[in-house]
């Protein structure tokens, strides 16, 4: 069933997929499932670690009664501090759009351990603690016998009320991904005024000794205007590989960059130190002693380096 799936996740991993193709609704359709699935697993796993003291003990009313408060009250403080996320949440803007590399992959993979293992944003742990709110209380009005079974039959109902798209292993996706496969793989395309802007930010990234002096403009350049990955050589980073990690990162998440590709494996071929981004990446999220946590060191050199672009 997800043979076709795979396949179509491999090209988009490979930054054959754009938004200008046909496929591309596909591949988003896919990311949607993604998303509904990492939803209710999250879900489903706070489920069944409340089922086992729920059904053994003996004052139901007040086990639940307590979770549903506990959950409530974690609803309230979203809707107190962050009440522009609860609108947002609440008027179906969950935060779908912006599933990670990780969370993509694991979806793909069937790796739901890996999937539930992802950070998540504050708009799906609302949507999560929303959805499993309505779990706890169909629980409690649903006779205790039989409630683990009958619970695998009320989550695809909840999955269908959240839109929950039909996979489209069809004779469609199977011309589609070979119409895809034979696209050739082209660099990062820059969104705004690249004649201007990338001369701008050659010159800051030399001035800073984040790229070596001798690449030329037009190397830079080659970059980030669609060219052939065959044809790009690539660029030699001297400065921290965090940084380089942190510099991909921010051109891609404030679509300086066209979103058009895996940025992870192009820079792979674009930079001399591109191998394994997202690794680095991860390490300094994971950094909490920092003075600036979850930044590399020296962050502000790339910060610098992209403002007003």
């Known amino acids: 069933m997800y043979e076709n799936s795979k396949e179509l996740f491999t090209l988009w991993e490979k930054g054959l997929i754009s938004p200008d193709d046909e496929e591309f609704n596909e591949f988003e359709i896919l990311k949607e499932v993604a998303f509904i699935e990492h939803i209710y697993s999250r879900v489903s796993f706070l489920t069944f670690e409340f089922l086992g003291p729920y059904t053994t003990s003996f004052a139901r009313e007040y086990t639940l009664a307590n979770e549903i408060a506990m959950v409530n009250e974690k609803i309230q403080q979203v809707k107190s501090n962050h009440s522009k996320v609860y609108a947002e949440v609440l008027n179906g803007h969950d935060g779908r759009i912006n599933l990670s590399y990780d969370e993509i992959r694991a979806i793909f993979n069937l790796d739901y351990k890996l999937l539930t293992q992802q950070p998540l944003s ?157 690794k680095s990446k991860n390490r300094y999220l994971d950094n909490k002693s920092s003075k600036h946590p979850g930044k590399p060191k020296n962050y502000h050199l790339i910060d610098d380096a992209l403002k007003g672009l």
């Open 122 to 278: 504050l708009h799906m742990e609302l949507l999560i603690y929303i959805k499993y709110l309505g779990v706890l209380q169909w629980i409690g009005k649903t006779e205790n016998k039989g409630v683990v079974d009958d619970y695998h039959s009320y989550l695809r109902e909840q999955k269908s009320n959240l839109r929950w798209p039909p996979y489209r292993e069809s004779k469609r996706l199977r011309q589609l991904i070979d119409k895809v496969a034979q696209k050739e793989q082209v660099s990062y395309t820059w969104q705004n005024n690249p004649n201007k802007e990338l001369t701008e930010l050659y010159q800051r990234l030399i001035d800073k000794q984040l790229l070596h002096p001798t690449t030329t403009v037009e190397k830079f350049q080659a970059v980030f205007t669609a060219k052939p990955l065959k044809e790009v050589q690539p660029i030699n980073w001297i400065g921290a590989k965090n940084l380089l990690a942190y510099f991909i990162d921010y051109i891609f998440e404030n679509r300086l960059i066209h979103f058009n590709t895996n940025q992870w494996s192009v820079a792979e071929k674009c930079f001399t130190d591109g191998k394994e981004l997202i």
